[in-house]
């Protein structure tokens, strides 16, 4: 079964740190561009965090730059999201996300691009 499946994620508070992992199965997650997206109550999806095919690049965007990292664990198929210094308005619903694009950040926010999403994951950082 082609999918991914995602793990991590809870509740922590400001300043904390979580970090989420995505796992394919069926397929080789390599050989994919792979995107965070988050979803905030009452806003739309949107994206976090991209890391290209072999791991050519990676991006971020401005509101997570320098707290946020993503990697991959190619052994273990599987990308990570880091997240330091964690604030309220990182709360939301986390999904990660992979499709055949690259460099990632071109087409990562373009939702369509993507084959394969993740069941999501919720974040809630409060005191």
């Known amino acids: 079964q082609l999918q991914l499946v995602q793990s991590g994620g809870g509740l922590v508070r400001p300043g904390g740190s979580l970090r989420l992992s995505c796992a394919a199965s069926g397929f080789t997650l390599e050989h994919y561009a792979v995107g965070w997206y988050r979803q905030a109550p009452g806003e739309e999806r949107e994206g976090v965090s991209c890391i290209s095919p072999s791991d050519t690049g990676t991006y971020y965007e401005d509101s997570v730059k320098g707290r946020f990292t993503i990697s991959r664990d190619v052994a273990n198929n599987t990308v990570y999201l880091q997240m330091n210094i964690l604030k309220a308005e990182d709360t939301a619903i986390y999904y990660c996300?992979?499709?055949?694009?690259?460099?990632?950040?071109?087409?990562?926010?373009?939702?369509?691009?993507?084959?394969?999403w993740g069941q999501g994951t919720q974040v809630t950082v409060s005191s």
């Open positions: 996300a992979a499709g055949p694009y690259t460099p990632c950040q071109r087409y990562y926010h373009s939702r369509q691009n993507n084959n394969y």
